[in-house]
């Protein structure tokens, strides 16, 4: 039998680390770090999440077809936020829309 | 063939042996979690999309919410993640009533999530006038804030119905795994998961861990934006 039993101790050490991670990520809101606000709470609700998933959700002791699974599911993910964001962002970018930056210039507001 | 505690298989039929059983079913379960992954991926998507169009307005939104609720969940639903892997865990080492107790605590904690956010903090934000499509007109200290970030009213509108849609679908998927939880709850009274086939508590730890990682992310991106210093 491949069934992992984890010991208690290790899930009570990843909950106090997330909730650790929790205060950090509400503390951190409340600091100046300009564009890296958005980055950090990103970066921290990576790891919590990561955490969760290898863990409580035992990823971690999973055969490579599963873990293949939840890479297909982030990688699709990756994909539908990569394409449609790179299309917005690049929009501005085109010499002739002319009526793509008035309305970027709107979109920015005064 | 082994025959459980309930008088039903161990392994069914089309199955080899249990770890085959198991896999099946786990491969089977994050399958589904990968098509949420891409449900809730598209409301990300969108809520990215407009935070950078119409960035005042969701600050501005942002601050309208109540920090010390958000965190609250979190807490909550992390607490709640730990008693479901515990309960995961005294189903694999057959322990009944540690099960049941670890089911009852989770369930707990998952309804007290839903009661909350509808009691409380939906309901706070109704007699604000926050809510979009049903009564949108912020005024007083609400107000303020908007008018502090200059954002147009339509925008500060949109980042609600992200809030609304994004945080009700997620309660939604907690009142489902409220619901399983409560069969769970039933079928582990009557000895099904201790008599060495606990996979259906592994599945219903799965779906539930996977909404506690959904707001693991809706925690920062709606209540911490917008510069709190």
Redesign the interface.
Known sequence: ???H??A?RI??GI?AG??AL?AL??AV????LGAF??VA??V??VC??TL??L????LKY??G??RA??L???L??AI??VI??SD??TRQWSPTGQSWQQSTVQ?T?? | MAEGHAGTALVAHQFDD??QQ??AS??GM??F???E??FF??L??GY??YR???N?GFDAGSHLLK?KYG?SY??ML??S??T???GV?AA??RQRKALMLYLVLTLLLGAAFVFIKLRYEWYGDYLERLVPGIDFGPQGEALEVIQRF?A?LSHVALFMIFYFVMTGVHALHMTVGVGLLLTLLILAWRGRFTGGNYNPV?MV??YW??V??VW??L???LY??G???
Request: glycine share 6%; proline share 4%.
């Open positions: 039998m491949s069934e039993v984890i208690k899930y009570v909950f997330l909730i929790t990520t509400t809101a409340y600091v100046d606000n958005t709470a990103l921290i609700a919590k999440g969760v998933a863990f409580f959700m035992h999973q055969p077809l599963t699974t939840v297909a599911g982030l699709w993910l539908l936020l449609t964001l917005d962002f979109r507001g005064p | 249990a770890e198991r896999e786990s491969l994050w399958i979690l990968a098509t992954i891409l991926g598209g990300f998507c990215t999309l950078n169009l119409y005042a920090v965190a979190t807490a992390l607490c993640s730990l479901m892997a515990l865990r694999q080492l200059h147009p592994e730890g799965l861990h996977f506690d990682i693991i992310f925690f920062p991106l911490l934006i510069g709190r210093y």
